[in-house]
């Protein structure tokens, strides 16, 4: 506000400045299989890991591109129950699945076949 003898008046000023718009560059991690320094990763030859149950999640850390499960793809978590395969996919759960309620073999079944043994 400015005052000259005898008048009290108060000046205002908008100032409007145009700027461009800001750009937000987002970088997203590479995908990449870990593996130990001056080594070649394991991952490609521990495929038939990915979906075992019991290394789900350490393939997922471990070996996201062998396993399609990079940040940002669609894949959905294994589902709790599945029988075990070997190296080359296969189960031969079904063969066995007499065996099952069999006291001798119960804690081996329950490892390796627990799907077909209803046993979650």
Do not use: W
Not at 30 to 54: F, M
Not at 87 to 96: E, H, L, M
Request: glycine residues 4%; contains cysteine.
């Amino acid at each position: 506000m400015y005052t000259i003898v005898g008048l009290n008046f108060s000046i205002q000023t908008t100032i409007t400045t145009t700027l461009p718009a800001a750009t937000t560059t987002t970088t997203t991690p590479e995908c990449v299989d870990h593996s130990t320094p001056g080594r070649d990763s394991d991952c490609p030859r521990a495929k038939y890991l990915c979906n075992d149950p019991l290394y789900y999640e350490l393939m997922t850390e471990q070996c996201p591109l062998t396993c399609n499960r990079c940040p940002g793809t669609d894949f959905t978590r294994l589902p709790a129950c599945f029988d075990r395969t070997a190296a080359d996919g296969t189960s031969n759960c079904a063969s066995v699945a007499y065996l099952c309620q069999n006291s001798l073999y119960r804690r081996i079944m329950m490892e390796q076949c627990p799907r077909t043994c209803n046993y979650c």
